[in-house]
């Protein structure tokens, strides 16, 4: 076993948070972010056969078949940023994603440091979604109260001037994803519970806050 290497899941309903807060950890700790929804989203813009099949799936808010998920994440897993310590953000969405992701896991010799489940109300979940944009190139996500841009037009990190809203952002699109999240990927809390590697945080708190209490729960100075 290479404790060094034990990932994380950063588990939690559309919006929660968990792409700011893999973000932060990815910066202080040298660890991978791994997002499916940007793994797919780039594969879209790609035009590439996955990205074709996802799109459709994603326009609705609903989760991409299982058995597309789980080959791109084994692809990913030859890749040598999984050999270090890895951060997935938005997988596993299902069971049966979380079981292909522990045998792939036992495989290569690694365990699943802790999942992090954020727990925030649906109405606030909603709020945090439409008012977020994102800077095209560096991946920076923002919102427009809770963090806006310093300057007018330019990216706080590395003062790019494009932005882009999701599509999939929308009051309407949100209600499909939300019942996804309850209906498919809660399910996953009590088989990481039932393991004995389930934490929670108060996801609702301020950016800071949620960074500092993921901190606490996983022992990270
Ligand atoms: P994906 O991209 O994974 O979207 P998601 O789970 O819906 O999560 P989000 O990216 O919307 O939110 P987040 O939790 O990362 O929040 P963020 O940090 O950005 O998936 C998109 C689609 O791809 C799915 O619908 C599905 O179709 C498909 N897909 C992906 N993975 C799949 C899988 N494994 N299986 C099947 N299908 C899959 O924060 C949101 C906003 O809030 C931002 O503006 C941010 O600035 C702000 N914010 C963050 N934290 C706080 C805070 N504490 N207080 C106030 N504002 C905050």
Redesign the pocket.
Known sequence: MNPAAEPIILL???????????RRLEEQYGMTQL????V??AAVKAGTALGRE?KT??DA??????DL?IRLIEEWMQKPEAKKGFIL??????VP?AQALDAMLQKRDLKLKAVVE?KVDDAALVE??S???TCTKCGE???DS??PLEKAGECNKCHGHEFIR?P??NAETMTT?LQ??HAQTAPIIPYYRNQGILLQVD?????D??HAEIKKVLNLI
Do not use: C, N, W
């Not at 997002?35 to 940007?38: A, F, I, L």
């Not at 996801?203 to 950016?207: A, F, L, V």
């Open positions: 939690g309903p559309p919006g929660a948070g968990k792409g700011t807060q893999a997002s499916t929804g940007d797919l989203r996802a799936y994603m808010g609903k989760l991409v078949p299982d998920i953000d938005g997988f596993p969405r299902t994603q954020m945090r979604v008012g977020r944009f996500g923002y919102h809770f963090k999701r999939d952002d994803r996804a999240y996801g609702m708190g301020e950016m806050a949620v």
